[in-house]
């Protein structure tokens, strides 16, 4: 069974500070990607990864994939209020249906 | 329509009563999936369609839960003889084809609270 773990699964920060967001897994993933969502809504794409060592940037995020497709990360610089949400990594496994593994997500508050 | 639609956004419903959850894909995705979510945490994976057959059914908790999908496009989520232990946001989400790296667009959830 392929399981995606995240850390830290809580984060509370203030304006203006850095924070990296970690997804780990045991086995190689054929892309993953990074959701965030907020409270009542559904989960939106950020940003899919699919090279091993792939960094890819939107705005203040960095996200990066590991050289061997089993790890990745999520960087935020200079965190703002509106960067709070729940921030889930997830992949696409050995299995060809197209489904996604979610990790458990990280719960990121960032106080004004 | 521009987004995936579900409904009810809320359903509240006594225990041992069965509950019909919709989901209204985006137009064009051939790819739809079911996912459950209990508060704060990560997706549970429930089932796959591409069109109108279901090739993944591997995370559908018992046999109480069943979905169907018609035209290629509208699907239902049933569950019979609800539980306390359903309670949760189910997500529906579709992609464009299903395939590697597609990204899924999901819809708002249907909050199911059985009581």
């Known amino acids: 069974t392929q399981l995606l773990e995240q850390s830290p699964q809580f984060l509370s920060i203030q304006e203006g500070e850095n924070l990296t967001v970690y997804c780990n897994s045991s086995?190689?993933?054929?892309?993953l990607q990074w959701y965030r969502q907020e409270p009542g809504e559904g989960p939106v794409l950020l940003v899919t990864?699919?090279?091993?060592?792939e960094v890819k940037k939107l705005k203040r995020l960095t996200f990066q994939f590991g050289d061997a497709r089993k790890d990745s990360s999520l960087h935020i610089t200079a965190a703002q209020p509106g960067d709070t949400g729940l921030y889930l990594c997830?992949?696409?496994?050995?299995?060809?249906?197209?489904?996604?593994?979610f990790g458990q997500g990280t719960t990121l508050q960032v106080k004004p | 329509g521009a987004g995936v639609s579900q409904s009810p956004s809320n359903k509240v419903t006594e225990k041992g009563k069965d509950v019909e959850l919709r989901c209204d894909p985006i137009?064009?995705?051939?790819?739809l999936y079911w996912y459950r979510q209990s508060l704060g945490q990560g997706l549970e994976f429930l089932i796959y369609?591409?069109?109108?057959?279901?090739?993944?059914k591997s995370g559908l908790p018992s046999d109480r839960f069943s979905a169907e999908r018609t035209g290629g496009s509208v699907s239902t989520l049933t569950i019979q003889r609800t539980q306390q232990e359903d309670s949760a946001v189910y997500l529906c989400?579709?992609?464009?084809?299903?395939?590697f790296g597609d990204g899924y667009t999901f819809g708002s959830g249907t909050r199911l609270t059985v009581v």
């Open positions: 990864v699919v090279t091993g060592g």
């Open positions: 086995s190689v993933f054929s892309s």
């Open positions: 989400a579709s992609s464009l084809g299903g395939g």
């Open positions: 137009s064009g995705h051939t790819a």
């Open positions: 997830a992949g696409h496994g050995s299995s060809n249906t197209g489904k996604l593994i």
């Open positions: 369609f591409q069109g109108n057959s279901a090739p993944d």
